[in-house]
């Protein structure tokens, strides 16, 4: 499985941003998927998750603000940004996980919020 993640840039206090993850190769194998992100200097946190049966997870501070998406069709998932804020600057990562439980990561992509 290969991930590719766009949609990274730099944005306003208040602004929106939409990423997306494009899998190929074995893709019928995923089955969560989600994205994380990584602030410098901090560890590499969950932002948001759908799992295979279908609910969706999201760290505290991006609820209500957040929402994650899955097109099958496409293989691929977003993370619609909303109400950006200069504390969700960081290097955001897709991940796939299969149901053999493998981890399967794109190659980040930098969002970053000015005040």
């Known amino acids: 499985v290969q991930l590719q993640a766009s949609g990274g840039g730099l944005v306003q206090a208040g602004g929106s941003l939409r990423l997306s993850c494009a899998a190929s190769?074995?893709?019928?194998?995923?089955?969560?998927i989600g994205w994380y992100r990584q602030a410098p200097g901090k560890q590499r946190e969950l932002v948001a998750a759908?799992?295979?049966?279908?609910?969706?997870s999201y760290a505290g501070s991006v609820k209500g603000r957040f929402a994650i998406s899955r097109d099958n069709a496409k293989n691929t998932w977003y993370l619609q940004m909303n109400g950006l804020k200069p504390e969700d600057t960081a290097v955001y990562y897709c991940?796939?996980?299969?149901?053999?439980?493998?981890?399967?990561w794109g190659q980040g992509t930098q969002v970053t919020v000015s005040s």
């Open positions: 991940i796939a996980l299969t149901r053999s439980r493998n981890a399967y």
């Open positions: 759908i799992l295979s049966g279908g609910s969706t």
């Open positions: 190769g074995y893709t019928f194998t995923i089955s969560d």
